[in-house]
């Protein structure tokens, strides 16, 4: 009788097992290069709990929404809250299925050992850009929310033509850190969780007071979605105590 008994409750496990992968399903998501070292250590822990696959396109979200303004189609997009704001404008969002989950800062790096200047002040962060012999951040051409926001505080310094010279651009959707790791600047800005993912850096800080912006992240569901219901799930693991957790070692605050 007990052996009948396991086995069935092997025979249920089973079935439950196969239901379970038969609802799974593959999620494909465009998501910002702000969030990637987060996500990219989620990623493997939410597929394991349903048992969904993500296929992750990253980007900025600058690009990631020009994509989605052009006609491509993605299940779920994290992106900046602006650009999901826009896209719900647009009607490229479903109303009502967006939620932000985190924010950052900006973050000044230089190399893995090379002294820290001092950013405690407007003037002492201005009169470090101006030291440094080339200094690396996201071009403003590509729409980056940093990299607009840093060449705008660059005119506000009134420093953007001395700077200009001795700057240096990773390509689009990269890291402006790599170039500090390679050599070929001294200094680079950038969203801090985007600069804490390198390796061969070390962060000085965030830039003073309003000298630094804070990025908010949202996640929303195209109305086109082949797999909103998963979306949805991603959306809602985001917001749980594990993600806080993995948002806050990678330089981000839940929200």
């Given at each position: 009788?007990?052996?009948?008994?396991?086995?069935?409750?092997?025979?249920?496990a089973l079935?439950?097992?196969?239901?379970s992968?038969a609802?799974?399903?593959?999620?494909k998501?465009?998501?910002?290069?702000?969030?990637?070292?987060a996500l990219?250590?989620?990623?493997?822990?939410?597929e394991?709990?349903?048992?969904?696959k993500?296929?992750?396109?990253?980007?900025t979200a600058a690009?990631?929404?020009?994509k989605?303004?052009?006609?491509?189609s993605?299940?779920?997009?994290?992106l900046?809250?602006?650009?999901?704001?826009?896209?719900i404008?647009?009607?490229?969002?479903?109303?009502g299925s967006?939620?932000?989950?985190?924010?950052?800062?900006?973050?000044?790096?230089?190399k893995h050992?090379?002294?820290?200047?001092?950013i405690?002040t407007?003037e002492s962060?201005?009169q470090a850009?101006?030291?440094?012999?080339?200094?690396?951040?996201?071009n403003?051409?590509?729409?980056g929310a940093?990299?607009?926001?840093?060449?705008?505080s660059l005119?506000?310094?009134?420093?953007a033509?001395?700077?200009?010279?001795k700057?240096?651009?990773p390509p689009?959707?990269?890291n402006?850190?790599?170039l500090?790791?390679?050599?070929?600047?001294?200094?680079?800005?950038?969203?801090?969780?985007?600069?804490?993912?390198v390796?061969?850096?070390?962060?000085?800080g965030?830039?003073?007071g309003?000298?630094?912006?804070?990025?908010?992240?949202?996640?929303g569901?195209?109305?086109?979605?082949?797999e909103?219901n998963g979306?949805?799930a991603l959306?809602k693991?985001?917001?749980t105590?594990?993600a806080?957790?993995?948002?806050?070692?990678?330089?981000l605050?839940p929200?």
């Amino acid at each position: 009788m007990k052996f009948m008994t396991g086995r069935v409750a092997t025979a249920a496990a089973l079935l439950l097992a196969q239901a379970s992968f038969a609802s799974a399903a593959e999620i494909k998501v465009f998501s910002t290069i702000g969030v990637q070292a987060a996500l990219e250590e989620l990623t493997p822990k939410f597929e394991k709990e349903t048992g969904n696959k993500l296929t992750i396109t990253w980007g900025t979200a600058a690009i990631l929404v020009k994509k989605i303004q052009a006609g491509e189609s993605a299940d779920l997009l994290v992106l900046t809250k602006q650009g999901l704001d826009e896209l719900i404008k647009g009607n490229k969002v479903a109303p009502g299925s967006d939620a932000s989950f985190a924010s950052s800062g900006m973050g000044v790096v230089v190399k893995h050992g090379a002294p820290k200047p001092d950013i405690a002040t407007p003037e002492s962060y201005k009169q470090a850009l101006l030291k440094a012999k080339a200094i690396a951040y996201s071009n403003p051409a590509h729409g980056g929310a940093s990299g607009v926001f840093f060449a705008k505080s660059l005119e506000r310094m009134g420093i953007a033509d001395q700077v200009k010279d001795k700057t240096k651009f990773p390509p689009p959707s990269g890291n402006a850190a790599n170039l500090v790791v390679s050599g070929e600047a001294e200094l680079a800005v950038q969203q801090e969780p985007e600069v804490m993912s390198v390796s061969g850096v070390d962060i000085v800080g965030p830039p003073p007071g309003d000298l630094n912006n804070i990025t908010t992240y949202s996640a929303g569901v195209p109305p086109d979605s082949k797999e909103p219901n998963g979306a949805k799930a991603l959306i809602k693991f985001l917001k749980t105590p594990e993600a806080a957790a993995v948002y806050k070692a990678r330089g981000l605050k839940p929200v």
